[in-house]
Structures are given as structure tokens and as C-alpha cells.
């Protein structure tokens, strides 16, 4: 039986580093986009919405709201090492030398994007803007720092 046990702990471990080291590198460059597009789609319909552009209703603003804060968690998880060079790509190599201050910029996002789905929720206009600045400071943040101005060919 410990034999057994042990010989499918092997094959898993065999099956899930084949997994891992399967995953194309690029296939993480597709997914962060994806996410940052989701992200930048609604953040603009909320900016749309401050700016009288667009009129949503509570529910849509809430909806945009927590898509931006749903990517804001879920779209680091696409920063895999080696995928700084991948076609179609913007990350500087940069992200994955000073990955702890790659780190903090991720953190402040994900700190700033709450305050805009509570903002959203709560039907204050001026309140949906200090929380809209916070979250597009934080993006800015790590675009001066991290994003080449240039799709890596
Ligand atoms: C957006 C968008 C970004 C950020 C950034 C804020 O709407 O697509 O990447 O805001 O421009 O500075």
C-alpha cells in the first residue's frame, strides 16, 4: 500500500511538472492582456460615467466596478518568468529584476480598486472620482515603470 501511495505521488509530481513546464510562455502574455483589456474596458466606462459621457445605472457602475477590481486580482497570476521577451508583449524584463517592487505596484492597485467598487456602491459622485484617480495613479505608476511604450516584436 506504501508503495502504491508513493508511485502515485511520483506520477502526480511527474504529471504536474509536465503540466507546468507545457504551459506555452506565451500563453501567460494572452491572459494578462485579456485581463488588463477587461480591466481598461470598464475603468473607461467608469471614466465615461464621471465624466457625463455615459450615463450607467448603479448596477452597471457597480458591475464595472468590480470587474476592475476582479482583474486587479487575478491578472498577476499571467507574470511568469521568461514571458518578458514573448511575442505581442509589453512587460519590461525590469518587472522580473526588481520583481519585489513589481510586487508593490501590484499591491497598490490591488489596494486603490476596493475603494472604487465601495465608492461605486455607495452613489457618491465625488467620491467615485478620488477613488477612480487612486486606482488610474496606481496604474500609471506601474506603466511609467514597467510598461515598454513599444509591443515587443
Ligand atoms: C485607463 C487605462 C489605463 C489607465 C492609465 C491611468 O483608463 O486604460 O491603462 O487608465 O492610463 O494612467
Keep these: 500500500m506504501k508503495t502504491l501511495l508513493l508511485g502515485v505521488a ?3 509530481a511527474l504529471v504536474a511538472g509536465t503540466a507546468q513546464a507545457q504551459v506555452p510562455a506565451d500563453r501567460s502574455v ?4 485579456a485581463g488588463f483589456q477587461m480591466m481598461a474596458n470598464h475603468f473607461g466606462r467608469i471614466n465615461a460615467h464621471i465624466k457625463g459621457e455615459r450615463n450607467l445605472t448603479p448596477a452597471q457602475l457597480e458591475l ?3 470587474v476592475v477590481d476582479s482583474m486587479a486580482k487575478v491578472v498577476y497570476d499571467g507574470f511568469i518568468e521568461g514571458t518578458d521577451q514573448s511575442k505581442g508583449n509589453k512587460a519590461k524584463p525590469e518587472i522580473w529584476k526588481e520583481w519585489a517592487k513589481f510586487k508593490d505596484a501590484q499591491a497598490k492597485l490591488q489596494g486603490e480598486t476596493p475603494k472604487l467598487l465601495a465608492a461605486a456602491k455607495g452613489g457618491d459622485k465625488a467620491a467615485l472620482q478620488a477613488a477612480f484617480g487612486g486606482v488610474g495613479g496606481s496604474c500609471k505608476n506601474c506603466h511609467d515603470a ?3 511604450k513599444e509591443v515587443i516584436q
Design 30 to 33: 494572452v491572459y494578462r492582456k
Design 64 to 66: 464595472s466596478a468590480q
Design 10 to 12: 511520483v506520477i502526480g
Design 146 to 148: 514597467y510598461q515598454s
